[in-house]
């Protein structure tokens, strides 16, 4: 008897456009919530966005109420839930780059409560993703969280962020290649859930955004365009597999671990372009493709060395001989690398010298 079941989660409506910021009041009244809003931001984002979606909300008589995150850790995610219950919320709106929009859809998850996604920066695919990334101790989970019930990325705003924001989106999208690499691994060795579509759609994604690389360029708002409909695909990958599977394999747990090694020292999606060099060394040798990567990132002006993610060439190395332990999930790295593995891997791809 066939007795699979599944649930796929997204967003009802997704509205990405010049000025669409001014949009969020009506994308409300069209999901016909009620209530009183609480933003989740941070500071960069509450000053550039925050504050002008808030008037607009005022203008339409709500009053939201707003609460600012820095790090995207368990104690904000409670923070953000005391928070909403304190000021008696009905919906969360989470407003910035990848920390504030995973904190207020795992907090929106544990309240039971819709949630918007306001991205003010093209630097992650956890846009609309139905997944939470948050470092606890030694290890780092992907938590199950709540999908959007709508995604709002305002180009405007999005292309006037700083520009490594955007590159650091281009490179955690390359990095599908590896993550679908490890999947496919995974599925032979392991036997892991594994959804062809995802896979397909997540590959598909990196293609298009590389094959498009030349539209990628400083203050085009073109640019913020390609990268966040890119961003959202690789999120629909996420939560057609229930899994991040499909957008994070070994090059994350590098990047996760480099975290915790060199904290705020580079972007996750800089460190994760990074790692999937070296991970694509790993699945294919010198003929594999680690070389059509490396230029891909640095034709969008992505970091391709450790020197240009401002990490010293020891830490990518303890990066890479202990990410295998950052969570249980099977990828290249298998049972970890050795020291010497781990010096060849990066002096050959040129990631360290
Ligand atoms: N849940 C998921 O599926 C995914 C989650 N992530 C998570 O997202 C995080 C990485 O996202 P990032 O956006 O790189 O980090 P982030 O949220 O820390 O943002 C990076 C910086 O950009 C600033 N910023 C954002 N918008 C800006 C604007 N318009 N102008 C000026 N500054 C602006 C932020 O204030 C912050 O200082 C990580 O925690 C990562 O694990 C990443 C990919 C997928
Ligand atoms: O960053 C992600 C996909 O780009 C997902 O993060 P995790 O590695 O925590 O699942
Ligand atoms: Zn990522």
Redesign the pocket.
């Known amino acids: 008897m066939f007795e699979k079941s599944t649930w796929i989660r997204l967003p009802r409506n997704v509205v990405v456009g010049h000025g669409v910021r001014s949009e969020v009041v009506d994308v409300i009244d069209d999901l016909h919530l009620q209530g009183r809003p609480l933003f989740v931001t941070?500071?960069?984002?509450r000053e550039?966005?925050a504050a002008p979606i808030a008037a607009d909300f005022e203008a339409a008589g709500i009053e939201p109420a707003i609460v600012t995150i820095e790090e995207?850790t368990f104690d904000a995610v409670e923070r953000v839930i005391e928070t909403a219950e304190a000021e008696e919320a009905a919906y969360l709106v989470g407003i910035?780059?990848?920390?504030?929009i995973?904190i207020a859809?795992m907090a929106s998850h544990h309240l039971e409560m819709g949630f918007l996604s306001v991205p003010?920066?093209a630097?992650?695919?956890?846009i609309l993703?139905n997944?939470?990334?948050v470092p606890n101790g030694d290890s780092r989970h992907s938590v199950a969280?709540e999908p959007p019930l709508a995604v709002v990325a305002d180009t405007g705003?999005?292309a006037?962020?700083?520009w490594e924001?955007t590159t650091?989106g281009c490179a955690?999208i390359i990095s599908n290649y590896t993550a679908v690499m490890d999947w496919r691994l995974a599925k032979r060795l392991k036997d892991v859930e594994y959804s062809e579509y995802a896979a397909a759609l997540s590959e598909m994604t990196a293609e298009i955004l590389v094959d498009n690389a030349d539209l990628i360029r400083p203050g085009l708002e073109e640019s913020a365009w390609v990268v966040t409909k890119a961003l959202m695909s690789s999120?629909v990958a996420?939560s057609i597999a229930g899994s991040?599977r499909p957008?994070s394999g070994a090059e994350h747990l590098f990047s996760h671990q480099l975290d915790r090694l060199a904290p705020g020292a580079a972007?996750?999606?800089h460190q994760v372009g990074v790692g999937s060099i070296m991970s694509a060394y790993l699945h294919g040798g010198d003929r594999g493709i680690w070389r059509d990567i490396r230029d891909a990132l640095a034709s969008i002006d992505a970091p391709t060395t450790a020197a240009e993610l401002g990490i010293d060439d020891e830490t990518v190395i303890e990066a890479l001989t202990t990410c295998h332990e950052i969570r249980d999930r099977y990828t290249i790295l298998g049972d970890g690398m050795n020291e010497r593995a781990a010096r060849e891997v990066a002096t050959k791809t040129g990631v360290i010298s």
């Not at 910035?96 to 504030?100: C, E, R, S, V, Y």
Request: proline share 8%; no cysteine.
């Open positions: 941070s500071p960069t984002p550039v966005a995207a910035g780059g990848g920390k504030a995973d859809k003010t920066a630097s992650h695919d956890g993703s997944r939470g990334s969280a705003i999005l006037d962020a700083p924001l650091a955690d999120g996420m991040s957008a972007l996750h999606g």
